[in-house]
């Protein structure tokens, strides 16, 4: 039987690529098609999104932390992402997950098996290239939030609610580094008390990228199980 923090830590993974998938959205698409809420909000979105449009591909690691102080949770993991249009390399707890446009493979090497899977569009809770389109033109309250100095950098939140009674998040905050429009990072509070943060430590652009970046070679994985879902 699995202790709950078995359970919260078994759903981090999945939580994680949310999440970059959910700061993907917010570099990589334009807001001019979102509902305002308040205005302010808008055009820093707007020009987060003028900035990062931009560049060819995004580099970031990260700092992930899940904290429950009713379950006495504290949790740091640390991981990186490399993005570019819809395609993703997520490294993270020890797994690795590359999404080429199309399928999904996750790599454990711990088990020594490759998870294959395409992405299914009728599944809700899947992220898909099409709703990342759309992951913010509905279901979302924003406005502008608190001002933080952070090491001399000048951080502005925006805060964004979710306007469905069955979302289990309370709120997002976002944080947008005022000088370079950056993503600094991203912070969930879930109704049970939850809260995950993802804070960026590093973020590059315009890498030099192999060919194969997103490009699954299972050459490299002669002994790994090739657990194919579809």
Known sequence: MKTKIQEIQNNSITKMTKKCF?????????????????????????????KIKSYDNIVIDFKYSLNNAKENINQDSKGNVTMKSNQYVLNFMGVTK????QKTYTIVPEDEEVTVSKVNEKDDAAITPSKMLT??????????????NVKGRKIQYIKLAPTSAKDQRKEILLGIDVQTKHIYNLIETGKNGTKTTLTVNSFKTNQPLSKNQFTFVA????????NKLD
């Open 219 to 226: 050459s490299k994985y002669p002994k790994y199980y090739i």
């Open 98 to 101: 590359i999404f080429d446009g």
């Open 22 to 50: 959910q700061m993907a959205v917010i570099l990589l698409l334009s807001f001019t098609s979102i509902q305002a809420q308040d205005k302010k909000a808008k055009d820093l979105l707007n020009e987060v999104t003028a």
């Open 135 to 148: 992951f913010f033109n509905s279901g979302y309250k924003y406005n502008m939030d608190i001002v933080q």
